[in-house]
DNA sequence: AGGCATGATTACGC
DNA sequence: GCGTAATCATGCCT
């Protein structure tokens, strides 16, 4: 009640305005009998007051002519400044929020993938790059690519209806607000600058939807990527032929097992693998090796032992019999025996005994054996490290002390000529 | 199914 | 940027 009076006192002053509402005989007779702005406008409200007791009938017509009162622009403008000041300015506050950051974070996320924006093949450049930046095989699936893109299209679709059906729903939703407001309006105090909040507010609680709907949608793809793209799902074995390439390589050059650039890049095409498989590879090897070297030793001789009989049939072939117990002399080779003790591991297990072999490797195996005469200087390193000291730890410059690569052609285990 | 092997990734140091 | 060490995730064998 004490709102009522502010009100009246309020409009103490706007009820003297000289508006004759002639429609209203009923308010003109009201207000020449009683002559008191104030008690106009409590007749007023009391009509007000008694709609809700009237017949719907009577209820319409009253809200017509009240409708058409002359005091009813004041009074609803009044109204609606009280409202403003009182509940409206309080809210008002927090209203002006600037865009979210974090649905921006997602709206980026979406357009990378190709889930939102244009349409132009989608996913296909993000799956592209991304089996790129994994280094994946080139081998590996054209065929998985085209699943994950179809996947992707499914994904965008669902999003694209599902971001529709809200839009449409909240502009369904505004203008519905906003009739009925417009159409309370007329009875109760809403201001146009209301309705502007009020649609707002329902803007905000539908953006709040969407940003759900682009969370979901993020998740799915991240899913997805995970699933398709990560190359840690799709890994697979090296084909025989590669490992033991990489093998060869690796257990030639035991001493420093630091491929050149140039080295990678020749194992790697041999291998049908690329640079950083190759990169990776001697990382793993280098690090189990050195961690269990016994559990390796087996694999260790037998490369020697394999890259020693390449060794002497090359020689053989090439020199036909002048110097059959030194088959590496030459000065470049990639992986000759004779180089700074590589085979240290293989050479030291062969004189231990450690494995068997048989009998048509004999013959290369003794000349090994003469080899490791002939390299005596390195008879002294016994097995417990990898490499010698010097080699492994002194990491300040590996790539200077790296086996030179000589022709393209002799990455693996041939000898230099 | 469980365990080992293996290729890839990550964190860190230099 | 490269190497190491630890770790993850998958493949493969028993």
Redesign the pocket.
């Known amino acids: 009640m004490d709102d009522q009076t502010r009100i009246l006192a309020g409009l103490s002053g706007l009820a003297g305005l000289p508006q004759p509402d002639l429609g209203d005989p009923d308010s003109v007779r009201k207000q020449q009998s009683l002559g008191q702005p104030q008690q106009d406008i409590g007749d007023i409200l009391q009509q007000i007051m008694a709609i809700t007791d009237e017949s719907l009938d009577e209820a319409q017509a009253r809200k017509h002519a009240l409708n058409c009162h002359r005091m009813k622009p004041a009074l609803f403008s009044v109204l609606c400044e009280i409202k403003e000041k009182t509940v409206l300015s309080i809210r008002g506050i927090q209203e002006e929020d600037p865009p979210d950051p974090q649905i921006m974070r997602l709206d980026n996320m979406l357009l990378a993938e190709g889930v939102s924006g244009p349409e132009k093949g989608g996913g296909s450049a993000a799956a592209a790059a991304a089996a790129a930046?994994?280094?994946?095989?080139p081998n590996d699936g054209s065929i998985e690519h085209s699943d994950y893109r179809a996947k992707l299209a499914q994904i965008r679709q669902i999003y694209h209806s599902e971001l529709e059906k809200y839009e449409q729903a909240c502009s369904e939703f505004t203008n519905h607000v906003m009739n009925l407001l417009r159409e309370q309006s007329r009875t109760r105090p809403i201001s146009p600058k209301e309705i502007e909040r009020m649609v707002g507010i329902i803007h905000r609680k539908f953006s709040s939807i969407q940003m759900q709907l682009k969370q979901s949608t993020c998740e799915a793809v991240m899913i997805l990527r995970?699933?398709f793209l990560?190359?840690?799902?799709?890994?697979?074995?090296?084909n025989k032929q590669?490992?033991e390439v990489?093998n060869e390589y690796f257990y030639s050059h035991l001493s420093n097992?630091?491929?050149s650039?140039e080295a990678k890049e020749e194992l790697a095409k041999k291998c049908g693998?690329?640079v950083?498989?190759?990169?990776?590879?001697?990382?793993?090897?280098?690090?189990?090796y050195?961690?269990?070297i016994g559990?390796f030793q087996e694999e260790a001789n037998l490369y020697a032992v394999k890259t020693a009989v390449d060794a002497a049939n090359v020689s053989a072939q090439a020199s036909q019999a002048n110097s059959p117990a030194t088959p590496n002399s030459g000065s470049s080779g990639s992986y000759s025996l004779s180089q700074t003790g590589d085979t240290y591991f293989s050479l030291h297990s062969l004189n231990g005994e450690a494995f068997s072999i048989g009998p048509s490797l004999q013959p290369q195996v003794d000349t090994l054996r003469h080899a490791i005469h002939l390299t005596a200087g390195y008879e002294d390193l016994s097995g417990s490290a990898p490499y010698p000291p010097n080699r492994?730890d002194d990491?300040?410059n590996?790539?200077s002390i790296?086996s030179p690569v000589g022709a393209p052609s002799s990455v693996h285990s041939d000898t230099s000529n």
């Open positions: 930046a994994a280094g994946g095989s995970s699933r990560d190359a840690r799902r799709k890994r697979r074995n090296f590669a490992t990489l097992p630091y491929p650039e693998i690329t950083s498989q190759v990169s990776n590879w001697f990382g793993n090897k280098r690090i189990r050195k961690k269990n559990k492994l990491s300040t590996p790539s790296t």
